[in-house]
């Protein structure tokens, strides 16, 4: 059994969006997006969402989780997800500060299955440490795995991307260890470039799109 990185509790950061939508936004509502205020709790949400979803994906391509465990922990994760966006309809189009409560302990205790399911059972740290390698590294595996469901990413591809991904989490975990302990500035730099390439291709190979020359 591998070892993969564990993203507990998340920290918001300023990360891609899941891109799990093919139409372009027009330049009218570019601007109209660009000058609404961000709400900070349904962004902190979808993230964690994405980010929980990416760390399954990536314990289930290290072979730490069952095939009826990845069902059932995806299950969980569209769960919460219909959830949030009930409560967001409800609510006025964002999540009350209860609602928001409600779906962040939801998220928390998955987290914990997530981590249990992996280690064998094994209760999740009380204090993880969590690098923002990471953190990135979970969400933008949940952003391939969230394309595939949307329909905009076809198996193969999912599965090429998702084994791009692995191979960061496997080399910010040799890192880590070889380290003992976080990556050095020198490797967090080297690991955020190869993110952001693979983070570029998963938008492009999304979007059809053609890489810019």
């Known amino acids: 059994m591998s070892t993969v990185t564990n993203v507990g509790s998340f920290a918001l950061q300023a990360y891609p969006s899941p891109f799990v939508s093919k139409k372009p936004a027009s330049p009218a509502e570019s601007a109209t997006s660009a000058a609404e205020p961000v709400d900070q709790v349904d962004?902190?949400?979808?993230?964690?969402?994405?980010?929980?979803?990416g760390r399954i994906a990536l314990n289930t391509a290290a072979g730490n989780l069952t095939g009826d465990q990845t069902a059932q922990l995806y299950q969980q994760v569209g769960s919460i997800q219909s959830q949030i966006e009930a409560d967001k309809q409800a609510d006025g189009g964002s999540l009350s500060s209860q609602d928001a409560?409600?779906?962040?302990?939801?998220?928390?205790?998955?987290?914990?299955?997530?981590?249990?399911d992996a280690h064998n059972g094994a209760a999740p740290p009380s204090d993880?440490?969590?690098s923002g390698a990471a953190q990135r590294e979970a969400l933008?595996?949940?952003?391939?795995?969230l394309n595939?469901?949307?329909?905009?990413?076809g198996s193969s591809q999912a599965q090429q991307l998702?084994?791009?991904q692995y191979s960061i989490d496997r080399q910010i975990a040799t890192d880590t260890q070889a380290n003992g302990g976080p990556l050095t500035q020198a490797q967090a730099q080297q690991i955020n470039q190869l993110q952001d390439q693979a983070s570029t291709q998963i938008y492009q190979t999304a979007h059809n799109a053609t890489p810019a020359t």
């Open 162 to 164: 998702m084994q791009q």
């Open 101 to 116: 409560q409600t779906i962040n302990q939801l998220q928390s205790q998955l987290s914990a299955t997530i981590y249990s």
């Open 140 to 145: 933008q595996a949940g952003r391939i795995q």
């Open 148 to 153: 595939e469901q949307a329909g905009n990413l």
């Open 128 to 130: 993880p440490t969590q």
């Open 43 to 53: 962004i902190h949400a979808t993230l964690r969402d994405t980010s929980e979803t």
